[in-house]
């Protein structure tokens, strides 16, 4: 019998447990995927704590899967053995429901499917995924490289593409961490004017590194008042997990402004109304996208030089890699890797 290593939570808030299982077998509409690499997402700790609605245990996390296709389920098409794919946060939906049907498949009212959450994610050797949900790695990205663009990577270039700032405009990044440093540089490659908002002066050369045009110390200097000076920024790209942080740079949109929250923050927003209507300022949120979006994501970076910033550990040292990400000291990403030889 073949069996694999997989890391599994195997009730809320236990520990992560690295146990044998059976390798699955596709089901129809699915590929197996040999894993080569899963990035560690802060949304995991929705599944470690037992904060989703819904989910059932044990389950194996994780949501920025590489690896390579290693058999197909019955049915699939347009995929073969050997392809190498990413998994992300969108992973499949239920195709008939109001918002499938408007073909706005990350909003889907009755199956959204996530890996790590309603089907066992890539913390494992093996997955299995359906063909839906797959993305193509460009040749030029490893493994390592398309893990987290999976996840970090296709939020932040979702959201910006999607902003309806354009090249020239100010765009403003708030944070510089693990999405915001990705931020930052696909900001800067999409040709906006990218400041850069992080507290203290230590992360200005790398921010300027990966391409910001200014920096705001947000410790230092008042970011809104700051912004206001360079003009107002057409786009706020909100990283971090503080809604206090965001609501104080809300002022420093311009007439039109946007602010776009994609930090799972657990403080409320607050601010005043008057800001909004009064240079018709708006805030919305931003959730990821399909699997057709990380394929541009992934290809965007392979053109453009975008990379992640990861720590790299072995699938058996999970729980640290698991508790640098969270205590926020991880530069940039924890990515966990199985090993796995290429095909
Ligand atoms: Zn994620
Ligand atoms: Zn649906």
């Not at 920024?233 to 002022?251: C, D, E, P």
């Not at 990821?288 to 994501?297: A, K, L, P, Y």
Request: hydrophobic share 40%.
């Amino acid at each position: 019998m073949s069996r694999m290593r997989a890391v599994q939570i195997p009730h809320p808030e236990g520990p992560f447990e690295l146990v044998e299982r059976e390798i699955p077998e596709p089901g129809a509409g699915s590929v197996r995927i040999r894993v080569e690499a899963c990035g560690i997402c802060h949304s995991d700790s929705f599944a470690k704590e037992g904060l989703w609605p819904g989910i059932q245990y044990p389950r194996v996390p994780g949501h920025e899967v590489a690896g390579i296709i290693d058999a197909l389920g019955p049915g699939v098409v347009g995929w073969k053995t050997g392809q190498r794919v990413g998994v992300g946060w969108h992973g499949g939906h239920c195709g008939y429901c109001d918002s499938c049907s408007r073909s706005d498949f990350v909003t889907c009212q009755i199956a959204p499917q996530i890996p790590g959450f309603t089907y066992d994610g890539g913390y494992a050797d093996y997955m299995v995924a359906p063909a839906g949900a797959l993305a193509l790695i460009p040749e030029a990205l490893s493994a390592v490289e398309a893990g987290p663009l999976m996840c970090a990577g296709i939020t932040t270039y979702n959201a910006l593409r999607n902003s309806g700032a354009r090249p020239g405009d100010v765009v403003a990044v708030l944070g510089v961490g693990g999405l915001g440093h990705l931020g930052v540089q696909f900001a800067a490659k999409m040709g906006f004017k990218t400041v850069a908002i992080a507290r203290g002066q230590d992360k200005e050369p790398l921010a300027r590194q990966l391409g910001a045009w200014h920096y705001i110390d947000s410790q230092a200097q008042d970011a809104a008042a700051e912004l206001t000076t360079l003009g107002g920024a057409r786009v706020i790209l909100a990283t971090v997990t503080s809604g206090k942080a965001m609501s104080a740079v809300v002022g420093g949109l311009s007439i039109n402004g946007k602010l776009i929250v994609i930090g799972a923050a657990g403080d409320p927003l607050e601010l005043s109304p008057a800001l909004l209507i009064s240079g018709r300022r708006s805030i919305v949120g931003w959730p990821s996208g399909t699997s057709i979006d990380s394929q541009d994501t992934l290809s965007f970076s392979a053109l453009t030089g975008v990379r992640s910033m990861n720590e790299i550990f072995p699938l058996e040292r999970v729980t640290e890699a698991y508790e640098r990400m969270m205590s926020g000291k991880a530069r940039f990403r924890a990515v966990l890797t199985t090993g796995q030889p290429a095909a």
